[in-house]
């Protein structure tokens, strides 16, 4: 059995693919009304007009949920640590497999030394690479990149997850795979905006490229190998989440470009990551103009038009 804790978009398409292969899981929400969802009608509220495969099976108990070995935290990542705080169950031996994407605003940490913090027994590893929950529940063809800093520990997930259409590359850099998947949403909400400002592709083009500058130029700051960034974590995040509609974060921006209202319940890892990369950036010295930009314009200090202006009359420099 796998557990999976959170069944928003991402924890149920995961299970969907897990169980499709024949895989038991149980997956953990909170909400009462979910649960009833998944197990009598066989729905999932967050992945409408998907049918869920017999073996996947809903609960609100978290204790039966983490009797699995293999865990999957798929809540938000602002989330994670609230979320490891409720299991009181040992977690010796157990692997804790972070889906979110994002920095936690206390620590500034990413989701794999949130969990080595508060269940220092267990082995953490993240899931992180371009997907759309959607397009996992469908099974349209999807590769992720699976980080675990134990690479026998890593392997044995990377198979354990591993499907006919899901397919799952191994690093033991978390952390530049944590940091690909949290600084391409930034990124995304950048060129939403620029696209919903009527900027043009051309503009895009520079964004996404600069963009990956600041997303390797940080990562490589914390530890991470150059190499990550231009993996599916990295780099193939990036591309997908700056140019797809289906990307939550990518529309948030086009609606600051657009000046329109946005949703507030959808989640949007960016608008967080951006506060907590401009304040990692000003602690460690790295210069980040494209998240600190998208951090004001989310926060409504700055206009998508003044963003812009400074970021072109920025000093000249090298490529
Ligand atoms: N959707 C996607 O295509 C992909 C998402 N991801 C990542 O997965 C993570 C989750 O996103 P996603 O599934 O889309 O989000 P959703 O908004 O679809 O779902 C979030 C889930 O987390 C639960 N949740 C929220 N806050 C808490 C909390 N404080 N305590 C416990 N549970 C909580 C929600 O419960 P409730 O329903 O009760 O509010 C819900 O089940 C994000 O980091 C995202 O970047 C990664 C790849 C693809
Ligand atoms: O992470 C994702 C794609 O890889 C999902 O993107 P959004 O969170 O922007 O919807």
Redesign the pocket.
């Not at 889906?99 to 994002?102: A, E, F, R, V, Y």
């Not at 997907?131 to 959607?134: I, R």
């Given at each position: 059995m796998i557990g999976v804790?959170?069944?928003?978009?991402?924890?149920?398409?995961l299970a969907i693919t897990l169980a499709r292969k024949g895989t038991p899981v149980r997956i953990w929400?909170?909400?009462p009304a979910?649960v009833e969802a998944i197990n009598t009608r066989k729905e999932a509220?967050?992945l409408p007009g998907v049918r869920l495969p017999e073996g996947l099976t809903a609960t609100t108990d978290l204790a039966e949920v983490t009797q699995a070995q293999t865990l999957l935290l798929?809540?938000?990542?602002?989330?994670l640590s609230?979320?490891l705080a409720q299991i009181d169950a040992p977690l010796a031996g157990k692997r804790l497999v972070a889906?979110?994407?994002?920095i936690d605003l206390a620590t500034l940490t990413g989701p794999t030394a949130v969990i080595a913090s508060a269940k220092p027994e267990a082995t953490p590893a993240v899931l992180?690479g371009p997907?759309?929950?959607?397009d996992?529940a469908r099974g349209l063809p999807t590769a992720l990149t699976l980080a675990c800093g134990d690479d026998a520990t890593g392997a044995e997930i990377q198979a354990e997850l591993s499907g006919t259409t899901l397919r799952l590359y191994r690093t033991t850099d978390t952390t530049g795979a944590e940091l690909g998947?949290a600084l391409k949403?930034v990124i995304a909400i950048a060129c939403g905006a620029c696209i919903g400002e009527g900027l043009g592709d051309s503009a895009r083009a520079a964004l996404m490229t600069r963009g990956f500058a600041e997303m390797t130029r940080l990562a490589v700051r914390l530890g991470a190998q150059q190499q990550t960034l231009g993996g599916l974590s990295g780099l193939g995040d990036l591309a997908l989440t700056c140019s797809s509609e289906?990307s939550?974060n990518y529309r948030f921006g086009l609606a600051l470009g657009r000046g329109e209202p946005f949703d507030n319940a959808?989640?949007v890892?960016g608008v967080k990551t951006a506060e907590a990369v401009t304040r990692l950036g000003a602690k460690l010295g790295v210069d980040l103009p494209i998240c600190a930009m998208v951090n004001e314009v989310s926060t409504g200090d700055t206009s998508v038009a003044e963003a812009i202006t400074y970021l072109l009359n920025r000093p000249l420099k090298e490529e």
């Open positions: 804790i959170g069944a928003g978009a991402f924890g149920t398409a929400a909170r909400d979910t509220p967050r798929a809540v938000p990542m602002q989330a609230g979320m889906c979110c994407k994002g992180t997907s759309f929950a959607d996992i998947g949403n289906l939550r959808l989640t890892e």
